[in-house]
């Protein structure tokens, strides 16, 4: 396993400035959760220019919407949401200060130059681990949107939450790298053999 760098939120831009693509990290401090209805929200809040319900500044957005816990747990499975569905809501809350984003799968292009420009960071947590992510989850909180259920914001207390940067404030770009290389690899043609009579 690769050795992974620390991060404690909420990040700051030194912080930031040092993750490149491709790099283990691990998070420890607050983290928040928010999905599409959440995200909608807040987004109707800052066009009203009404305050949000939490401070975006430094902070960090697991999408996810977490299953109920069982009982004596802090939280259900907690795997995450896929980042393109966010893409709309994206760029304003980078605008708000929002300095790193857990999800899975790549971003757009205009998020991807936006990541850049406001010196942020987009890593993905492994899909389909919800049900191990949660051990590094401590305690979650419901701190605003409660009648959205399990699309409510939430406030995470992590300890080691695992996950790898994708895009960074350097404009790199993980999954469109690899795709890179793998094209101009030389790779053996595979070889095709009929089947049946």
Excluded: W
């Amino acid at each position: 396993m690769a050795d992974s760098v620390r991060l404690t939120t909420p990040l700051t831009d030194d912080v930031i400035e040092g993750l490149t693509i491709g790099t283990h990290v691990t998070f420890t401090g607050v983290i928040y959760t928010a999905r599409d209805a959440a995200h909608k929200r807040m987004i109707e809040l800052m066009k009203r220019g009404e305050p949000l319900p939490i401070d975006l500044r430094g902070q960090v957005i697991y999408y996810v919407g977490p299953t109920p816990p069982r009982p004596g747990a802090v939280i259900g499975s907690a795997g995450p949401t896929t980042a393109m569905r966010l893409d709309p809501y994206t760029i304003p809350m980078l605008e708000a200060g929002l300095k790193g984003i857990i999800g899975k799968g790549g971003r757009g292009p205009a998020v991807r130059e936006a990541i850049r420009q406001h010196h942020a960071v987009y890593c993905i947590a492994v899909g389909g681990t919800g049900a191990l992510l949660n051990r590094h989850i401590k305690s979650a909180e419901v701190v605003a949107f409660e009648d959205l259920g399990t699309e409510a914001i939430r406030r995470l207390v992590v300890e080691d939450f695992p996950a790898i940067v994708v895009n960074d404030c350097h404009g790199g770009d993980l999954l469109e790298e690899g795709k890179r290389q793998y094209r101009t690899s030389s790779r053996p043609i595979p070889a095709v053999r009929a089947l049946g009579g």
